[in-house]
C-alpha cells in the first residue's frame, strides 16, 4: 500500500495538494469493495481506519437518478448532428414533429410538449 502526493494546483503563494491511498486488487476485491463506493475515515492512536459508510448514513440517493422526460430528451437532443434535428422524430394525432420542433416544445414546458415527452418516452427513443 501506497501513499501519494498529487499537487491539483498552484497559484502564486500557496500549492493545492491532494491524498492518494493505492490499495492492492486482491484487498479490494477480499473486502468485496466496488468502485465509488462512499468510505467513512476514522483516527484510532495514530492509525487511520476505513470502512464503508452504513447505509443508514447515506445520502438519499439510492441509485441512478430517474431522468425525466425533459431532461433525457435535452441530452438526446444535445448529441444529434444538426442535420439529423431537421428530421421528423414523431406523429401525433397526424401532424409531424421535427427534433427541433419538438425540443421548442418541451423546452417551452407546454402541454403539448409533455405529450410529445411522454410519447417518445414511451416509444425509447429517448
Do not use: C
Amino acid at each position: 500500500m501506497k501513499l501519494q502526493k498529487h499537487i491539483s494546483r498552484r497559484t502564486k503563494d500557496k500549492e493545492y495538494v491532494k491524498w492518494s491511498i493505492i490499495i492492492p486488487e486482491e484487498n479490494i476485491k477480499e473486502l468485496k469493495w466496488a468502485q465509488g463506493i462512499s468510505l467513512k475515515t476514522e483516527l484510532k492512536g495514530d492509525s487511520l481506519v476505513l470502512s464503508p459508510e452504513d447505509s443508514k448514513e447515506k445520502s438519499s440517493i439510492t441509485g441512478p437518478k430517474k431522468l425525466s422526460y425533459y431532461e433525457r430528451f435535452v441530452l438526446v437532443y444535445a448529441n444529434l448532428p444538426l442535420e439529423e434535428r431537421k428530421l421528423p422524430v414523431i406523429v401525433i394525432e397526424g401532424e409531424t414533429f421535427t427534433w427541433a420542433r419538438s425540443y421548442l416544445e418541451i423546452k417551452s414546458k407546454t402541454q403539448l410538449g409533455k405529450i410529445i415527452g411522454e410519447r417518445l418516452l414511451k416509444l425509447r427513443i429517448i
